[in-house]
């Protein structure tokens, strides 16, 4: 027997015994085109009845500019942060024994679980003058809540698990024999790490960086009790999207909200063909 | 090659580093994460108790409090099962079948995950608000979706789209489609081999799913609050109440029901260390998320 899997002359699935491809495709597609697609297409629409001047005026307003800097340049600062923290974090995990191990390890994706309103009230509270950071940052000077360091600190935060994780199977599949061969050829140390391991993790360590800064340049809900919110000094995007729809200036909030996502998607993309190119290099290589 | 001087002293194993650089390392790494992880859940708990039990027990049994814990249950009971629903059928579709377009469309089933909760929630409000495509249409027969539970339910639905299938997937392309066409050869139809082979075999597989569907579909804030419209007792969820109180100054009611929300975190974690460390073989390989 033979399935109609040449509909319209088309070859464009291969045949099965399997039963239910019409219908758990059909509703597939149903349900993403509702959830989904069909919304973010009335996003990516929207800012069109502003016109191709009123959404580049809308985009580069002084406070809009200002908004978008300082989501895109606080998620940098937390996205370097964690691939530093993140790839010491890993290395130990991976390659040493100490007690409570799999605890830590467990622990890693903590800001996965806990809610971002959660998390915000939390580092608030902590880092705020009177908290049990806080007051100690104070006598040094320092002021971390209600600054741009404390959406930087946030950011940190949120993104903490994905380097971690990105790294940590990349190390764990690592074969002993290379660093052997460095030693023996009499690097020490410090020389193998940088020029025989991490040329290895360097694709998985981008990937984390790059997952980490994607999810804080979007982040909400534990950035906005910490940061103060001041218009042009410590107010993120997602919030002036969030005010531009209480002020019902919907096609304005939509306008920044495709910035944000263009942003995003070419970042991305951009990493998406470095990755490649990695790749292809370190097959080349091979 | 020249032999090494008798006495020379034990070398250490050249693939590791001196037990001075380890154990710096593993400081470095316990105190970042007590800084950055465990101190701020235990500031959590503590700041619930701050007024004592008494205080605490009075904040989460207060009538806005429990409006908004069943509502955030009911949101998680109707958007959670959707995506599981969903997540099987698009993992059938793309695991069990080859065709065109499959990495597209994988491609489009994680893309919530990339996009920012508030403009997750702005969507919604676009299309279904009184200023939006179907609002008014929807004004009409009397139905709101915006400011209304429904709202709710569709961002938390959106957040959470990718959870179960990303997970399935994997999985059941690991599984191949051997044991479903044995089935089939049989002669069982396809919901008798759907759930008499597939779904035992992807048990394990769908409850971690579940797990971290559910987590976020609870702890959801920046989406919901969007299309919330914060209306106390009637469209708040947990954490918009959270910010409520938060804002009201009432800090021990904020932390006391923010400690709920961070029980149920910690309850996920173990229970997903549980089944990575006991099902690990019955977990797609990338199943760490």
């Given at each position: 027997m033979k399935p109609p899997s040449s509909l319209f002359g088309l070859h464009w699935r291969q045949p099965s015994v399997l039963p239910g491809f019409g219908l758990t495709l059909g509703f597939t597609i149903f349900y993403l085109s509702v959830i989904v697609l069909i919304p973010l297409a009335a996003l990516l629409l929207r800012p069109a009845e502003l016109g191709w001047s009123g959404f580049w005026a809308a985009v580069t307003a002084p406070r809009v500019l200002a908004a978008l800097r300082l989501s895109f340049g606080a998620a940098l600062i937390g996205a370097v942060i964690n691939a530093v923290f993140g790839l010491i974090t890993a290395w130990v995990l991976v390659r040493y024994r100490f007690p409570a191990r799999p605890l830590v390890d467990a622990l890693i994706d903590l800001p996965?679980?806990?809610?971002?309103?959660?998390?915000?009230?939390?580092?608030?509270?902590?880092?705020?003058?009177?908290?049990?950071?806080?007051?100690?940052?104070?006598?040094?000077?320092?002021?971390?809540?209600?600054?741009?360091?404390?959406?930087?600190?946030?950011?940190?935060?949120?993104?903490?698990?994905?380097?971690?994780?990105?790294?940590?199977?990349?190390?764990q599949d690592l074969e002993r024999e290379i660093e052997e061969a460095a030693a023996s050829l009499g690097a020490g140390r410090f020389l193998?790490?940088?020029?025989?391991?991490?040329?290895?993790?360097?694709?998985?360590?981008?990937?984390?960086?790059?997952?980490?800064?994607a999810r804080a340049v979007g982040e909400y809900g534990s950035v906005i009790f910490i940061a103060g919110n001041m218009p042009m000094k410590s107010e993120i995007a997602p919030l002036l999207i969030v005010i531009k729809l209480e002020q019902y200036d919907y096609a304005g909030a939509a306008a920044i909200a495709v910035v944000m996502l263009a942003v995003s998607f070419v970042m991305l993309l951009v990493l998406n063909l470095l990755q490649r190119w990695a790749r292809r290099h370190e097959e080349a290589r091979a | 090659m020249n032999p090494k001087p008798q006495n020379a002293p034990r070398r250490?194993?050249?693939?590791?580093?001196?037990?001075?650089?380890?154990?710096?390392?593993?400081?470095?790494?316990?105190?970042?994460?007590?800084?950055?992880?465990?101190?701020?859940?235990?500031?959590?708990?503590?700041?619930?108790?701050?007024?004592?039990?008494?205080?605490?027990?009075?904040?989460?049994?207060?009538?806005?409090?429990?409006?908004?814990?069943?509502?955030?249950l009911l949101v998680a009971a109707i958007a959670v099962p959707l995506n599981v629903v969903f997540g099987l059928a698009a993992a059938w579709a793309i695991a069990k079948f080859e065709f065109r377009g499959k990495s597209?469309?994988?491609?489009?089933?994680?893309?919530?995950?990339?996009?920012?909760?508030?403009?997750?929630?702005?969507?919604?409000?676009?299309?279904?608000?009184?200023?939006?495509?179907?609002?008014?249409?929807?004004?009409?027969?009397?139905?709101?979706?915006?400011?209304?539970?429904?709202?709710i339910v569709l961002a938390t639905i959106f957040v959470t789209f990718p959870f179960v299938a990303r997970e399935l997937i994997p999985l059941m392309q690991e599984q191949g489609t051997d044991e479903e066409q044995a089935a089939i050869s049989l002669g069982a139809n396809g919901f008798q081999t759907f759930f008499r082979v597939?779904?035992?075999?992807?048990?394990?597989?769908?409850?971690?799913?579940?797990?971290?569907?559910?987590?976020?579909?609870?702890g959801e804030?920046?989406?919901?609050?969007?299309?919330?419209?914060?209306?106390?007792?009637?469209?708040?969820?947990?954490?918009?109440?959270?910010?409520?109180?938060?804002?009201?100054?009432?800090?021990?009611?904020?932390?006391?029901?923010?400690?709920?929300?961070?029980?149920l975190a910690l309850v996920t974690l173990a229970l997903k260390s549980l089944l990575e460390w006991r099902y690990a073989d019955r977990l797609a390989s990338g199943a760490r998320h």
């Open positions: 996965f679980a806990l809610p971002t309103a959660v998390a915000g009230i939390a580092l608030t509270t902590l880092y705020a003058p009177n908290g049990w950071i806080g007051s100690l940052l104070g006598l040094l000077g320092i002021k971390v809540a209600f600054t741009p360091l404390g959406i930087a600190l946030a950011l940190t935060f949120i993104g903490l698990p994905f380097v971690v994780r990105t790294v940590q199977p990349v190390l193998t790490f940088l020029y025989v391991i991490l040329p290895t993790i360097a694709p998985a360590l981008l990937t984390g960086f790059a997952l980490a800064f | 250490r194993d050249p693939t590791t580093e001196p037990v001075w650089v380890r154990w710096l390392l593993i400081l470095i790494t316990i105190g970042y994460l007590l800084a950055m992880l465990v101190l701020p859940t235990v500031s959590v708990f503590i700041g619930g108790l701050a007024k004592g039990i008494q205080a605490y027990l009075a904040a989460v049994s207060e009538e806005d409090a429990l409006a908004a814990i069943r509502l955030t597209l469309l994988i491609t489009l089933i994680d893309l919530p995950f990339s996009v920012s909760p508030v403009i997750s929630g702005l969507i919604y409000v676009l299309l279904y608000s009184v200023h939006g495509w179907f609002g008014p249409a929807l004004d009409a027969l009397g139905i709101k979706v915006v400011f209304s539970a429904t709202g597939t779904l035992p075999n992807v048990t394990w597989g769908l409850l971690y799913g579940v797990l971290l569907c559910n987590a976020r579909a609870m804030f920046g989406a919901v609050s969007v299309v919330s419209g914060h209306i106390r007792g009637l469209t708040n969820t947990m954490p918009l109440h959270i910010e409520i109180l938060y804002n009201e100054y009432d800090f021990v009611g904020a932390f006391a029901v923010a400690s709920l929300l961070a029980s």
